[in-house]
């Protein structure tokens, strides 16, 4: 047992979150703290060169809970970079374990391999996948809104951040509120989160474009010109392919196409149930299910961005303008960004990725320097 945790804690090199430690403790973490490790996997020769060169790269709600990790994560060179959802009041973390490893059969994570039970547990592997269940922690608008301000005070010229929100009691209102919040920061670009299970309900809030529609409506008239993206999962709401495509349209159709919202970002995780060696729930407090994602997941994404890719092709077509597309899902190699790119997506995100490979954003923008002395 001595041995497996010490090969455990040799082996993870920790970049921004860091699974051994509860939230809280991450979220105290000092940026010092934070950037330990990192330093250890990074090639200062790229930093100088490098540090002026900006990529549509970066990272999605989850990783960066504050300003010391927004800071940090531009710092490493990450473009784009998303502070956790935040919502209009308190709401507690889940129970520890947040973040388990995950060791799925197969190389692609497919749903019924997800739904019939996946062994989890504290052993990294390769290739990377985890499970996050988080619950969507928020603290007090007036602890997140003075911290959100900090962070965009560490965005450097040509980078961004986005502010992720969602609902607290399951009232259009309390998504309206969250943004109203998030503006008075001073935050540019603003992201509803529709990929987590709709307050009171088991289902996600974007396999409802109804309610989804109506809660962006609201928002954007709270926002005004700020632009607003919506999150959304895999959608795999009834296991047919026509009824999720007609889902996908009426979503599109209700978001951006009524330029309520003016980009879409897919894919979150895919919800598996995660057994220890024995067979048993591998998390406590009743949680079965969790969300997987890294690796296993890329399939998804990049199906979810070349659809989203049509779509907007088609609205572009039809009246001059299309929609952003954000590509998110087991990103974790240059070559990973690269696909995301060649499949539609404007921009893409990496959450589990950086968490083990904090140089990502170099190793990219490396290859990019390399690829244009070549020429
Ligand atoms: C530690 C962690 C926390 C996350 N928290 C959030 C969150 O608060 N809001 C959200 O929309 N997505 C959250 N996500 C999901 C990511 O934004 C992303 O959609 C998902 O992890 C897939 O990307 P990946 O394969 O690069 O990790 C979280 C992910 C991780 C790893």
Known sequence: MYILILWYNISVLNFLYNQQLTYYENYARSVEEITADWHSDFNHDDYYELENMRIPFGIPAGPLLNSSYCKVAFDAGYDICTYKTVRAGHWDVNDFPNILFVHPEERELHFVDAENGILADFIPDEPLNISNSFGVPSFEPDIWQPDMQKALSSCKSGQQLVGSFQGLDGSVRSFVDAAKLIVETGVKILELNTSCPNEGTNSLLCFSPKSVAKITEEVKNAIGDIPLLIKIAYINYAGNDEINEKLLEELVVETVGKNRAQGIAAINTIPSRLVNSLGQNALTGGREISGVCGSGIKW???????????????????YGAGFKVVGVGGVNSPDDYFEYLASGADEVLAATGPMYNASLAYKIKRKILQAEEEV
């Open 300 to 318: 998804a994404g990049l199906e979810m961005t070349r659809r989203l890719k049509d779509f907007s092709n088609k609205m572009y077509n039809k």
